[in-house]
């Protein structure tokens, strides 16, 4: 009997060590996933100088530092981003794209999405915001993006990091959404 005690009482310390290491990994990935979308945006602000007035302004922003895009007439993306409100982070989001078109090669960049209003940021919070093929994005390169604007509720800043790719296509990003909390 007590051999079938310790038995189950090992089994249950086993389940909740390997639990909290699954925990502890989730937050190590979190943790690094806001220390690059905290360097990404100094990366965007360097570049674009008034950039810093647009995000203190905003009624909160999604930094995905990292968007891997692939196409061969067919082609995708995917990124992990964070959500800040009032400077602090609130969340984590999931981008994927899928878009079809005269499209050829690979590339990697950074994408920040400022919401101007409260309404379009509960929008986003709510899950499952989408931004069409019609959403246009500011690209800043070396030659300085001169006009960042709020367009429907919203300002989307990309900033090329390495790869080379031909596009004409038609698609949409996606987003998914969780509150930290959860």
């Known amino acids: 009997m007590k051999k079938k005690l310790n038995l189950g009482f090992l089994a249950v310390l086993a389940l909740f060590t390997f639990s909290t290491v699954n ?8 943790k690094d996933l806001i220390d690059d979308a905290t360097a990404s945006k100094a990366a965007f602000i360097k570049e674009e100088p008034e950039m810093a007035l647009l995000f203190e302004k905003a009624a909160g922003y999604v930094i995905f530092p990292n968007v891997g895009e692939g196409a061969y007439i067919l082609g995708g993306a995917a990124g992990n981003g964070v959500l800040f409100e009032n400077g602090r982070v ?8 899928v878009d079809i078109g005269l499209q050829i090669g690979g590339q990697a960049y ?4 400022l919401f101007q209003t409260e309404s379009e940021l509960a929008k986003f919070k709510e899950g499952n915001y989408k931004l069409s093929g019609k959403a246009s994005a500011v690209i800043l390169k070396e030659g300085k993006a001169k006009s960042i604007n709020f367009k429907e ?19 949409g990003q996606k987003f998914e959404y969780k509150d930290l909390k959860k």
Do not use: H
């Open 110 to 113: 950074r994408q920040a999405i």
């Open 153 to 171: 509720g919203r300002a989307i800043v990309t900033m090329p990091k390495a790869g080379a790719m031909v596009d004409i296509s038609v698609g």
């Open 90 to 97: 609130v969340g984590f989001s999931e981008l994927r794209q």
């Open 23 to 30: 925990l502890n990994a989730q937050t190590e990935k979190q």
